[in-house]
């Protein structure tokens, strides 16, 4: 990969149709061997949203692993010999890795700055939008009453080519991850769309969240796993 189109961070999505229970378990157990991955500065591991992706019923089936990659060279070795993904690739039905730069964003993960954001390159490639958030427990109600529809919009919205909710623990810890055509059809949905516009407009009013963040990636690959 040439140094300008380095791919800062990936978000591998791994599906199962057996093994979901050791796959669930890995939300506790896969952490050591991330921590200990020399190549990475940041990772979540998620669960995903049921039914189309943006239930609150969790997808057992579904997993999805964040890694933001320390140099060029750090997701070859990850995947060649950290013992986590090699047991992903024992156990997985199959997924995909969406290899992406980070170009712009504001905002803290845990308290953290996952992203190193670099500059957008002179190509009409794929973007891709990570939306997260803490939700305060005082407005659990009234976030679900009101996001999941907007949500599911995107889901098959003009530009869109692949949308999936994804969450560290369900209800509280929640993310969006959406991929677009490009920056025009991103832009369009995120800030002319009507009912998503409405949405913005009420989590800045009800104050909804007590930490959140907001990136947008372009999206270098997209690769299956088998």
Known sequence: MKKNSWAGCSLYIFRFNKNKYWAFKQMRLGIKPLVEDKGITFFKLLGCGGGNGFSIIPDFSTYALLCVWKGENS?????????????????????????????????????KLPF??????????PWAV???????????FEFWRKVPG??????????????IGIGELPLVEQATFSIWKNLEKMNYFAYKHAAHAEVVRLTRERNWYSEELFARFQVIGTVPLN
Do not use: C
């Open 130 to 140: 990570i939306t997260r958030a803490s939700i305060r427990s005082s407005k659990l």
């Open 150 to 163: 907007v949500s599911k919009i995107a889901n098959g919205f003009p530009g869109s080519e692949f949308s």
């Open 116 to 125: 190193s954001y670099q500059a957008a390159l002179n190509t009409d490639l």
């Open 75 to 111: 997701r070859k070795n990850f995947e060649e010999s950290n013992p986590l993904f090699k047991s992903y690739q024992k156990n997985i039905a199959g997924g995909l890795r969406h290899d992406m730069r980070p170009v712009h964003g504001h905002g803290t993960w845990g308290g």
